[in-house]
C-alpha cells in the first residue's frame, strides 16, 4: 500500500490549498481514511477522517469550517481543500488508514507566511 501526499506550498494567510493522496495497493470500499498533520517541533494531529463509502466526514476543532476531506473513486485518491489558512496550519500533511498516522505514507508540506 502507498500513500503519496502532495499540492502543499507557500501561501500568504487567508489563503487556499487543495491537498490530493493518490493511494494504491487497495481500492476504496467502505474503509476510513485519514488526514494528519505535524507541525515543526510538535507530535502528530489528527486533521479529518473520511469514510470512502458513505462519505461521512469529521475534522478537528482547529480546522472545522475551513477545510473540506473528499474522495474521488475513479481516481482512487483522497483530497483535502483548505481554506483561510493560518500561519498555525503549517505543517507536514499526510494522509493515513488510521487516526493515529501510523500508515501514512509520503507527505507534503504547506507553509502559510506573509
Known amino acids: 500500500v502507498q500513500l503519496v501526499a502532495s499540492g502543499g506550498g507557500l501561501v500568504q494567510p487567508g489563503g487556499s490549498l487543495r491537498l490530493s493522496c493518490a493511494v494504491s495497493?487497495?481500492?476504496?470500499?467502505?474503509?476510513?481514511m485519514y488526514w494528519v498533520r505535524q507541525a515543526p517541533g510538535k507530535g502528530l494531529e489528527w486533521v479529518s477522517s473520511i469514510n470512502t463509502g458513505t462519505g461521512n466526514r469529521y475534522y478537528s476543532d482547529s480546522v472545522r469550517g475551513r477545510f473540506t476531506v473528499s474522495r474521488d473513486y475513479a481516481k482512487n485518491t483522497l483530497y483535502l481543500e483548505m481554506n483561510s489558512l493560518k500561519p498555525e496550519d503549517t505543517a507536514l500533511y499526510y494522509c493515513a488508514r488510521d487516526q493515529g498516522g501510523n500508515s501514512r505514507g509520503q507527505g507534503t508540506q504547506v507553509t502559510v507566511s506573509s
Open positions: 495497493g487497495f481500492t476504496f470500499s467502505r474503509d476510513w
